[in-house]
T-cell receptor, first 113, second 118 residues
Framework: QKEVEQNSGPLSVPEGAIASLNCTYSDRGSQSFFWYRQYSGKSPELIMFIYSNGDKEDGRFTAQLNKASQYVSLLIRDSQPSDSATYLCAVNGRMDSSYKLIFGSGTRLLVRP | GAVVSQHPSRVICKSGTSVKIECRSLDFQATTMFWYRQFPKQSLMLMATSNEGSKATYEQGVEKDKFLINHASLTLSTLTVASAHPEDSSFYIC??????????????FGPGTRLTVL
Protein backbone atom coordinates (compact mmCIF):
# COMPACT_ATOMS: atom_id res chain seq x y z
CA GLN A 1 0.00 0.00 0.00
CA LYS A 2 1.53 3.26 -1.10
CA GLU A 3 1.38 5.81 1.72
CA VAL A 4 1.95 9.47 2.42
CA GLU A 5 2.41 10.38 6.06
CA GLN A 6 1.93 13.75 7.71
CA ASN A 7 1.71 14.85 11.32
CA SER A 8 -1.91 15.90 11.87
CA GLY A 9 -0.94 18.76 14.18
CA PRO A 10 -2.06 21.30 15.00
CA LEU A 11 1.23 23.05 14.42
CA SER A 12 1.02 26.37 16.21
CA VAL A 13 3.44 29.19 15.36
CA PRO A 14 3.43 32.90 16.17
CA GLU A 15 2.84 35.44 13.45
CA GLY A 16 6.06 36.22 11.58
CA ALA A 17 7.71 32.88 12.38
CA ILE A 18 8.71 30.13 9.98
CA ALA A 19 6.29 27.22 9.79
CA SER A 20 7.81 23.89 8.79
CA LEU A 21 5.53 21.18 7.48
CA ASN A 22 6.83 17.69 6.81
CA CYS A 23 5.77 14.71 4.76
CA THR A 24 7.20 11.25 4.10
CA TYR A 25 6.20 8.85 1.38
CA SER A 26 6.67 5.16 0.78
CA ASP A 27 6.86 4.80 -3.03
CA ARG A 28 10.44 5.28 -4.24
CA GLY A 29 9.17 5.52 -7.80
CA SER A 30 7.24 8.73 -7.16
CA GLN A 31 8.28 11.58 -9.44
CA SER A 32 6.01 14.51 -8.59
CA PHE A 33 5.27 16.08 -5.26
CA PHE A 34 2.63 18.66 -4.43
CA TRP A 35 1.55 20.86 -1.57
CA TYR A 36 -2.05 21.96 -1.34
CA ARG A 37 -3.67 24.30 1.17
CA GLN A 38 -7.23 23.66 2.29
CA TYR A 39 -9.24 26.11 4.33
CA SER A 40 -12.09 24.73 6.40
CA GLY A 41 -15.11 24.01 4.20
CA LYS A 42 -13.22 24.75 0.99
CA SER A 43 -11.52 22.65 -1.66
CA PRO A 44 -7.72 22.24 -1.89
CA GLU A 45 -5.71 24.97 -3.54
CA LEU A 46 -2.36 24.24 -5.16
CA ILE A 47 0.56 26.01 -3.49
CA MET A 48 3.59 24.39 -5.09
CA PHE A 49 4.89 21.35 -6.87
CA ILE A 50 8.43 20.00 -6.97
CA TYR A 51 10.03 17.33 -9.12
CA SER A 52 13.77 17.56 -8.41
CA ASN A 53 15.85 17.09 -5.28
CA GLY A 54 16.63 20.31 -3.47
CA ASP A 55 14.74 23.48 -2.76
CA LYS A 56 12.17 25.36 -4.78
CA GLU A 57 11.12 28.82 -3.68
CA ASP A 58 7.97 30.77 -4.53
CA GLY A 59 7.42 33.92 -2.54
CA ARG A 60 7.13 33.05 1.14
CA PHE A 61 6.95 29.33 0.36
CA THR A 62 9.86 26.90 -0.07
CA ALA A 63 9.39 23.26 -0.94
CA GLN A 64 12.22 20.88 -0.15
CA LEU A 65 12.60 17.40 -1.63
CA ASN A 66 14.95 14.62 -0.62
CA LYS A 67 14.20 11.52 -2.67
CA ALA A 68 16.87 9.42 -0.95
CA SER A 69 15.14 9.97 2.39
CA GLN A 70 11.68 9.97 0.79
CA TYR A 71 10.93 13.24 2.45
CA VAL A 72 9.30 16.44 1.27
CA SER A 73 8.71 19.56 3.30
CA LEU A 74 7.11 22.99 3.00
CA LEU A 75 8.49 26.06 4.73
CA ILE A 76 6.34 29.14 5.15
CA ARG A 77 8.31 32.26 6.02
CA ASP A 78 6.81 35.26 7.79
CA SER A 79 3.70 33.24 8.68
CA GLN A 80 0.45 35.17 8.71
CA PRO A 81 -2.84 34.36 10.45
CA SER A 82 -4.32 33.93 6.95
CA ASP A 83 -1.96 30.97 6.48
CA SER A 84 -3.93 29.06 9.11
CA ALA A 85 -5.31 26.07 7.22
CA THR A 86 -4.73 22.38 6.62
CA TYR A 87 -1.79 21.62 4.36
CA LEU A 88 -2.01 18.50 2.25
CA CYS A 89 1.04 16.75 0.87
CA ALA A 90 0.38 14.77 -2.30
CA VAL A 91 2.62 12.38 -4.18
CA ASN A 92 2.04 10.87 -7.58
CA GLY A 93 2.18 7.13 -7.71
CA ARG A 94 1.41 4.39 -10.17
CA MET A 95 -1.41 2.17 -9.00
CA ASP A 96 -3.40 -0.32 -11.05
CA SER A 97 -1.78 0.77 -14.34
CA SER A 98 -2.59 4.45 -13.89
CA TYR A 99 -1.06 7.36 -12.08
CA LYS A 100 -2.87 8.94 -9.18
CA LEU A 101 -2.18 11.49 -6.52
CA ILE A 102 -1.89 9.96 -3.10
CA PHE A 103 -2.73 12.44 -0.37
CA GLY A 104 -1.56 12.61 3.18
CA SER A 105 -4.15 13.26 5.85
CA GLY A 106 -2.94 16.85 6.21
CA THR A 107 -1.28 19.00 8.86
CA ARG A 108 -3.34 21.71 10.47
CA LEU A 109 -1.39 24.95 10.84
CA LEU A 110 -2.43 27.63 13.29
CA VAL A 111 -0.69 31.01 13.11
CA ARG A 112 -1.24 33.00 16.30
CA PRO A 113 -1.53 36.82 15.93
CA GLY B 1 -5.01 29.99 -15.59
CA ALA B 2 -6.03 26.40 -14.70
CA VAL B 3 -9.47 27.24 -13.36
CA VAL B 4 -11.92 24.47 -12.59
CA SER B 5 -15.57 25.15 -11.86
CA GLN B 6 -18.21 22.97 -10.24
CA HIS B 7 -21.94 23.29 -10.26
CA PRO B 8 -23.94 23.35 -8.10
CA SER B 9 -21.97 24.44 -5.06
CA ARG B 10 -24.57 23.16 -2.64
CA VAL B 11 -27.43 20.67 -2.92
CA ILE B 12 -30.05 19.72 -0.38
CA CYS B 13 -32.36 16.94 -1.51
CA LYS B 14 -34.69 14.26 -0.28
CA SER B 15 -33.64 10.65 0.05
CA GLY B 16 -34.08 8.76 -3.23
CA THR B 17 -33.34 11.76 -5.43
CA SER B 18 -30.64 11.58 -8.10
CA VAL B 19 -28.16 14.44 -8.04
CA LYS B 20 -25.97 15.55 -10.93
CA ILE B 21 -22.76 17.51 -10.37
CA GLU B 22 -20.87 19.16 -13.21
CA CYS B 23 -17.14 19.80 -13.34
CA ARG B 24 -15.66 22.05 -16.00
CA SER B 25 -12.12 23.09 -16.84
CA LEU B 26 -12.57 26.69 -17.95
CA ASP B 27 -9.27 27.66 -19.55
CA PHE B 28 -7.60 24.38 -20.43
CA GLN B 29 -8.40 20.98 -21.85
CA ALA B 30 -8.28 18.32 -19.17
CA THR B 31 -7.15 14.93 -20.31
CA THR B 32 -8.11 13.41 -17.01
CA MET B 33 -10.61 14.39 -14.35
CA PHE B 34 -10.86 13.01 -10.87
CA TRP B 35 -13.71 12.83 -8.39
CA TYR B 36 -13.08 12.91 -4.67
CA ARG B 37 -15.26 12.77 -1.60
CA GLN B 38 -14.39 14.29 1.73
CA PHE B 39 -16.19 13.69 5.02
CA PRO B 40 -15.83 16.19 7.88
CA LYS B 41 -12.34 16.28 9.39
CA GLN B 42 -11.12 13.56 7.04
CA SER B 43 -8.77 13.65 4.09
CA LEU B 44 -9.71 13.44 0.45
CA MET B 45 -10.85 10.06 -0.79
CA LEU B 46 -10.47 9.38 -4.49
CA MET B 47 -13.65 7.91 -5.92
CA ALA B 48 -12.85 7.57 -9.60
CA THR B 49 -10.64 8.67 -12.45
CA SER B 50 -12.16 9.61 -15.75
CA ASN B 51 -10.60 10.12 -19.16
CA GLU B 52 -12.44 11.80 -22.00
CA GLY B 53 -14.32 9.33 -24.16
CA SER B 54 -13.67 6.28 -22.03
CA LYS B 55 -15.22 4.60 -19.03
CA ALA B 56 -14.28 5.85 -15.60
CA THR B 57 -12.02 3.80 -13.37
CA TYR B 58 -13.51 3.43 -9.92
CA GLU B 59 -11.61 2.96 -6.68
CA GLN B 60 -12.19 -0.14 -4.64
CA GLY B 61 -15.38 0.09 -2.64
CA VAL B 62 -17.00 2.77 -4.80
CA GLU B 63 -20.21 1.58 -6.42
CA LYS B 64 -20.13 2.39 -10.12
CA ASP B 65 -23.89 1.96 -10.42
CA LYS B 66 -24.47 4.52 -7.72
CA PHE B 67 -21.84 7.08 -8.71
CA LEU B 68 -22.21 7.46 -12.47
CA ILE B 69 -19.46 9.38 -14.20
CA ASN B 70 -19.58 10.75 -17.72
CA HIS B 71 -16.62 12.53 -19.30
CA ALA B 72 -18.20 13.82 -22.48
CA SER B 73 -15.54 16.28 -23.55
CA LEU B 74 -12.09 17.54 -22.63
CA THR B 75 -13.66 20.27 -20.51
CA LEU B 76 -16.66 18.57 -18.88
CA SER B 77 -17.17 15.65 -16.54
CA THR B 78 -20.34 14.89 -14.61
CA LEU B 79 -20.95 12.83 -11.49
CA THR B 80 -24.48 11.59 -10.86
CA VAL B 81 -25.32 10.25 -7.42
CA ALA B 82 -28.16 7.86 -8.14
CA SER B 83 -30.92 7.51 -5.54
CA ALA B 84 -29.00 9.45 -2.91
CA HIS B 85 -29.35 8.50 0.74
CA PRO B 86 -28.32 10.36 3.91
CA GLU B 87 -25.04 8.42 4.08
CA ASP B 88 -24.09 9.94 0.72
CA SER B 89 -24.07 13.40 2.31
CA SER B 90 -20.53 14.69 1.84
CA PHE B 91 -18.31 17.24 0.13
CA TYR B 92 -17.70 16.16 -3.47
CA ILE B 93 -14.71 17.71 -5.20
CA CYS B 94 -13.52 17.28 -8.76
CA UNK B 95 -10.09 17.99 -10.12
CA UNK B 96 -8.67 18.26 -13.60
CA UNK B 97 -5.26 17.37 -14.89
CA UNK B 98 -3.45 18.46 -18.03
CA UNK B 99 -1.12 15.48 -18.06
CA UNK B 100 -0.93 12.84 -20.73
CA UNK B 101 -3.62 10.17 -20.55
CA UNK B 102 -2.66 7.71 -17.82
CA UNK B 103 -0.11 10.03 -16.24
CA UNK B 104 -1.04 12.29 -13.39
CA UNK B 105 0.32 15.77 -13.73
CA UNK B 106 -0.69 18.70 -11.57
CA UNK B 107 -4.29 18.50 -10.45
CA UNK B 108 -6.38 21.64 -10.13
CA PHE B 109 -9.41 21.39 -7.91
CA GLY B 110 -12.89 22.73 -8.36
CA PRO B 111 -14.57 24.56 -5.47
CA GLY B 112 -16.54 21.48 -4.42
CA THR B 113 -20.21 20.57 -4.05
CA ARG B 114 -21.70 20.07 -0.62
CA LEU B 115 -24.43 17.46 -0.80
CA THR B 116 -26.94 17.06 2.01
CA VAL B 117 -29.47 14.27 1.70
CA LEU B 118 -32.40 14.52 4.09
Amino acid sequence: QKEVEQNSGPLSVPEGAIASLNCTYSDRGSQSFFWYRQYSGKSPELIMFIYSNGDKEDGRFTAQLNKASQYVSLLIRDSQPSDSATYLCAVNGRMDSSYKLIFGSGTRLLVRP
Amino acid sequence: GAVVSQHPSRVICKSGTSVKIECRSLDFQATTMFWYRQFPKQSLMLMATSNEGSKATYEQGVEKDKFLINHASLTLSTLTVASAHPEDSSFYICSASVGLAGYTDTQYFGPGTRLTVL
